[in-house]
């Protein structure tokens, strides 16, 4: 992997960090920040940013160690605890218009041995402890972005079949693949696939569509979209007017789901990694946008206490559509996290809306904005939906039309279908 393109990708495409802006490198909550393992991609995106002009680079290190200590030789009862200084200063920096990007290099499956109510205690105390962080991510009060970095840990989840020495190199060279590093020009390779991106989003925004109707193994549900609705892609613009991709990789065009209106079942199509934690093969069912009933063949209880979070926890706040041919998909692989496995599949998620997928909703208050059919919750969880199996339709006034059979677009923008052609 050439970490200094990676890191120029994430500085002028994700971030577009502006001269004189700050930067701060986080990484899973839960962890307390970004992996020592990403060390040399982190200094390579400071490197990056000082270049563009950045007033100041810092990271928060986080150790899984140090996670790992505590669920093995901390009191049972302090599980319910979280930092007492994170959340601020999260909030604080975004507060002062300051960009900030986490990194993932992490293990999947950390906490797997570990008590499942115990590290559902601990999700839930994270969750609950960064709101305000989380409130402001989801007005983009700033420029932010997700990308990840290939750990020991996390290779050897994504390839048990190839030598050990070559895992993490295996994933290095499909993060770089996926992440279009290895095209001749990466920035004007992902100017393109935005493009494309933004006109499946533009068209999907003149439909008007009052729901989603997703069927497939398992499946029949339907999913109410606010009347307000906005169709959302790769690139995005915080509230001070800078466009930034919070996602490295993206392959989904997403909107919000109304809070009130997701009747039926789901099944979920891959495996669902929750704070070190694999929630596996588990459907829902849903009333009046409530889950009311809940089955999972491992992870069964943490999935409840994820949903338990809060009374939103149990709603969806968002859809996202990616066809089932999405490179990550068509990679075959199962990244047990989840800025990879959503980009591979459609997807819904659970918990808070984020407020720039309704029109006007950056400046609606809670209750307004809950009013209108958004979602308020401490959580935002995504688990896949999609596959080659999975149909959607766009249900108008006087009935439905299709959006995708087995997995692909049925209907689309001209540029698409020319494309296709
Ligand atoms: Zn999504
Ligand atoms: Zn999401």
């Known amino acids: 992997m050439k970490l200094d393109r990676y890191g120029e990708l994430a500085v002028r495409v994700a971030l577009n960090l502006q001269p004189g802006q700050r930067l701060l490198i986080i990484g899973p909550l839960a962890n307390g920040g970004v992996s020592f393992d990403a060390a040399p991609l982190v200094r390579a995106v400071a490197a990056s940013a000082y270049r563009a002009g950045a007033e100041l680079v810092e990271a928060i290190w986080g150790d899984e160690a140090l996670l790992l200590s505590r669920f ?24 002062a218009g300051a960009a900030m990007l986490s990194i993932y290099a992490n293990d999947p499956d950390l906490l797997k041995d570990q008590p499942p109510d115990l590290v559902g205690t601990m999700q839930q105390a994270v969750s609950r402890a960064v709101v305000p ?5 989801s007005r983009n009060d700033t420029n932010w972005g997700v990308i990840a970095a290939a750990n020991d840990a996390w290779a050897a989840k994504v390839f048990p079949d190839v030598p050990r020495d070559e895992q993490r190199a295996r994933l290095w060279s499909t993060i770089e693949r996926l992440c279009r590093l ?12 935005l493009a494309v991106l933004a006109s499946r989003s ?12 997703f069927t497939g193994p398992a ?18 613009a915080s509230r001070s007017g800078i466009t930034f991709v919070a996602n490295l990789p993206t392959e989904e065009v997403f909107t919000i789901a109304d809070r009130a209106r997701v009747d039926g079942t789901v099944r979920a199509s891959k495996p669902l990694s929750y704070g070190g934690m694999l929630i596996e093969d588990f459907t829902l069912t849903f009333e009046q946008g409530r889950v009311v009933r809940i089955s999972a063949a491992r992870g069964e209880s943490v999935l409840r206490q994820m949903i338990d979070t809060d009374a939103g ?35 819904v998620a659970l918990g808070t809306a984020y407020k720039f997928t309704m029109r006007g909703g950056e400046s609606m208050d809670d209750a307004a904005f809950e009013r209108a059919g958004g979602n308020r919750s401490a959580i935002h969880v995504d688990f896949m939906i999609g596959s080659g199996d999975l149909d959607v339709d766009g249900v108008c006034e006087g009935g439905a039309e299709p959006i995708m059979r087995r997995g692909e677009w049925a209907a689309g923008p001209d540029s698409d279908a020319r494309m296709r052609r």
């Open 133 to 137: 962080f989380r409130q402001q991510i």
């Open 202 to 213: 533009d068209y999907l925004n003149t439909k008007r569509y009052s729901a989603l109707h």
């Open 72 to 95: 093995e030789h901390a009191p049972r009862g302090s599980l319910a605890e979280f930092s007492r200084w994170l959340p601020n200063v999260l909030a604080d920096h975004v507060a």
């Open 182 to 193: 290895d095209r001749p020009d990466p920035v004007a390779a992902w100017k393109e696939h």
């Open 219 to 236: 499946t029949d549900l339907i999913v109410g979209l606010p009347a307000a609705h906005t169709w959302v892609s790769g690139q995005s």
């Open 313 to 347: 926890a149990a709603r969806l706040g968002e859809v996202a559509l990616v066809p089932h041919s999405s490179p990550i998909s068509q990679s075959g692989l199962l990244f047990y996290n989840t800025l990879f496995d959503e980009n591979a599949a459609s997807h």
